[in-house]
């Protein structure tokens, strides 16, 4: 997949972009970095209709190419080193967003592969107990 990332652009595009490739992963953006395999914290997260211009630290209009082999961890250290901006992935879990701080060595399709298998997961067991429920 290949983001374009310019000023214009806002942090929701992006984030969208990023879920129509990896629908049970998304990616989230924050005012301070955080470090390897460590969670960013809910109060410092960007408000998603903020522009790449206005929350940018480094000057960069490109195109960020993502691939499925890409590690989490590498991904969000990519976006800090190319555009000063803090990112962080999380993985759909069950019914919940999970940040991937302790996986950061798993792929973006390892990632995904682990959030559809939960949601899955969580789908059998609704059905299985619906069953269970009805005479």
């Known amino acids: 997949m290949i983001i374009e990332i310019h000023d214009n ?8 972009q990023f879920s129509e ?4 992963l998304k990616i989230v953006f924050y005012d301070e970095p955080h470090y390897w395999q460590e969670a960013s914290t809910f ?3 960007l408000a998603p209709d903020k522009s790449i211009g206005e929350v940018r630290k480094k000057t960069a209009s490109t195109l960020m190419e993502l691939h499925p082999w890409n590690k989490t961890g590498s991904i969000e250290q990519e976006f800090r080193k190319q ?3 803090n990112a962080q992935i999380f993985r759909k879990e069950c019914n ?3 940040q991937t701080i302790g996986t950061d060595e798993l792929t973006l399709e390892e990632q995904n592969e682990k959030g559809r298998l939960s949601i899955q997961h969580l789908l059998d067991s609704i059905d299985t ?3 269970n429920n009805h005479p």
Request: charged content about 20%.
């Open 129 to 131: 107990n619906s069953l």
């Open 21 to 24: 490739y990896y629908p049970f």
């Open 9 to 16: 652009r806002t942090l929701d595009e992006i984030t969208k």
């Open 96 to 98: 919940i967003w999970l």
């Open 43 to 45: 109060k410092h997260q």
């Open 83 to 85: 555009f000063g901006l």
